[in-house]
């Protein structure tokens, strides 16, 4: 199989072997980009006394594990000290079993998680096959891209172990999370 430009012409490659144009073939069909489409969201037009603002109340030694469960999760790093203790407050801690399926794809985005420890596998259904695309152990996060562009879930998350995960509500998430991005963006 040979691809003509229609604005040169492609050297002769006969004698190159065929399974180069096969590999090429397969890896064009895996990674082509899947159009995203966003709800609108501006910030400065929403009105954060309107919500009633949630709060989950912790132990020292719950707030202590979530913290350092939280420490490298990149969409807290740019948070003022009062947007990360209202983000901690509202979280929830989410006990979860192995195959409990913590997520399933196409659904709604209700909350993002922050997993405290446990092993998940984030796996992805595609014309009627599903593989799993990543496997979370003891760290991370999934869950944002439903809640950020108000889209179905992407992937079904699977607890494969044991574990704890922190939940964080659409309705803070958008709040806080949200509007501080929105924010830096315009610096």
């Avoid at 604005?7 to 159009?35: G, K, Q, T």
């Avoid at 096959?129 to 179905?152: K, W």
């Avoid at 044991?162 to 949200?178: M, N, Q, S, Y």
Wanted: aromatic letters at 6%; glycine letters at 4%.
């Amino acid at each position: 199989m040979q691809i003509k430009s229609n604005s040169e012409e492609e050297p002769d490659h006969s004698n190159e072997d065929d399974n180069y144009d096969f590999e090429l073939e397969l890896i064009n069909h895996y990674n082509r980009r899947v159009l995203v489409s966003a709800e609108f969201f501006n910030p400065d037009e929403e009105e954060e006394d309107t919500e009633q603002k949630i709060v989950h109340p912790k132990t020292g030694k719950q707030r202590c594990r979530l913290l350092e469960a939280c420490k490298d999760i990149l969409l807290f790093k740019n948070l003022d000290q009062e947007q990360l203790s209202q983000v901690l407050d509202t979280m929830f801690e989410r006990k979860v079993t192995p195959q409990e399926h913590v997520i399933d794809q196409g659904d709604d985005g209700d909350n993002f998680y922050v997993i405290e420890r446990g092993s998940h596998d984030i796996v992805v259904a595609k014309d009627d096959q599903s593989r799993c695309a990543v496997c979370c152990d003891n760290h991370g996060s999934f869950g944002e891209l439903a809640l950020m562009y108000n889209t179905p879930r992407a992937a079904t998350i699977i607890a494969t172990t044991d574990g704890a995960l922190w939940g964080l509500d659409r309705v803070t998430f958008r709040r806080i999370i949200l509007k501080n991005m929105q924010r830096e963006e315009d610096l």
